[in-house]
Structures are given as structure tokens and as C-alpha cells.
Nanobody
């Protein structure tokens, strides 16, 4: 299953963006779907995840501001980002895989979409 992200862009601090991740197949083929981000000079970090059963995880830095969701009819994963901060600036990646631990080695990854928040 291939993943393609979209929805990134330039936004002012305090603004909102919604990222989309379109899958070429059934997103339920993945046990977990995730959003990661990587800022220049920093390590990639897990931002949010959703399990097949609907359990959601958020990094502390985005809790209360970001919401992960999915539309199974459209095979699309979303990340609604509100109250954006300059420190949210990064390349955002969608990934799906069997487990969070195996996401890097066995997951399917999109090409990324850039989010830039101006302060």
C-alpha cells in the first residue's frame, strides 16, 4: 500500500492546517497508522498514532492541539493541527505498519509534506 501526504503549507502561528494521507489500498491492512515529523537538525519524532481498533496516541507536545482521524471509505488518514506554533515547523510523514516498534523497519511511508509556521 502506497501513502501520499498532502495539505502542508505556510501558516501563521495560531493558525490551523489539516494534513491528509491517501492510501492506495485498505488502511485497515495496517495495525497502526501514524504521523511523524522531522525538523532540520532534529530526530524524527512520533506525533500521533491510531490503532486499527481506534486507540489514539499523541505526543505531549501536540496533545490538545492535534487530532488524528481516518476515513475508511476514502482510505485516508488525517491530522488536524490547531493552535500551531513555530516549533511545529517540520516535514510531516504518514506511515502505516504492523506495530509502532516496527514502523521504521517494516512500515510503509509517504514522501512527506512540509509544514512551516511563521511566528
Amino acid at each position: 500500500v502506497q501513502l501520499v501526504e498532502s495539505g502542508g503549507g505556510l501558516v501563521q502561528a495560531g493558525g490551523s492546517l489539516r494534513l491528509s494521507c491517501a492510501a492506495s489500498g485498505d488502511i485497515f491492512s495496517f495495525n497502526a497508522m501514524t504521523w511523524y515529523r522531522q525538523a532540520p537538525g532534529k530526530e524524527r519524532e512520533l506525533v500521533a498514532a491510531i490503532s486499527r481498533g481506534g486507540y489514539e496516541y499523541y505526543a505531549d507536545s501536540v496533545k490538545g492541539r492535534f487530532t488524528i482521524s481516518r476515513d475508511t471509505a476514502k482510505n485516508t488518514l488525517y491530522l488536524q493541527m490547531n493552535s500551531l506554533k513555530a516549533e511545529d515547523t517540520a516535514m510531516y510523514y504518514c506511515a502505516g505498519g504492523p506495530t509502532l516498534a516496527a514502523m521504521t523497519s517494516r512500515g510503509s511511508w509517504g514522501q512527506g509534506t512540509q509544514v512551516t509556521v511563521s511566528s
